[in-house]
């Protein structure tokens, strides 16, 4: 039996970008951007800003996202409202964990990023009903970004 081929593109792979937020300090200070912590997965490969609302995550074609929060007091509702981003590269879409209200969205990131692409992630704190959006705004870079 020969030996089958290589495949010449790595097959997609998860990631996962997660925000952590201090719901109690976010609302009594009426600021996210100081209570906003972000980070992914794709470490190894050359993400940067960890731990800070302007994550810069290195991704390729191909590979499926997911972003979720975590709230630092488990007791104040938190959750992630929106994820505004240039469609042409990753079309974000609303799920629902099953049996639970915990929301999360996945996108396939749709072509190799030539410069970065910046979004914004809203989230919905405790009984507000107007979402909160920081005014720091992380990135999406290609693999062979250089950044300024």
């Not at 190799?112 to 704190?125: A, N, V």
């Amino acid at each position: 039996m020969p030996p089958r081929p290589k495949p010449t593109q790595p097959a997609a792979r998860p990631l996962t970008i997660t925000a952590v937020v201090d719901p109690v300090a976010a609302l009594a200070s009426g600021n996210l951007d100081e209570n906003l912590y972000l980070y992914d997965t794709n470490r190894t490969v050359g993400s940067t800003g960890f731990g800070t609302p302007e994550l810069r995550t290195r991704v390729r074609k191909g590979d499926v996202l997911l972003w979720n929060v975590i709230p630092l007091e488990c007791e104040t509702f938190v959750a992630l409202a929106d994820i505004d981003i240039d469609r042409r590269v990753a079309d974000p879409v609303r799920k629902v964990y099953p049996g639970t209200d915990i929301v999360f969205f996945t996108a396939t990131v749709k072509r190799d990023l030539t410069g970065p692409i910046g979004y914004r992630l809203s989230f919905l704190l405790g009984g507000v009903a107007e979402p909160f959006t920081p005014e720091a705004s992380p990135l999406l870079v290609g693999p062979d970004t250089k950044e300024s």
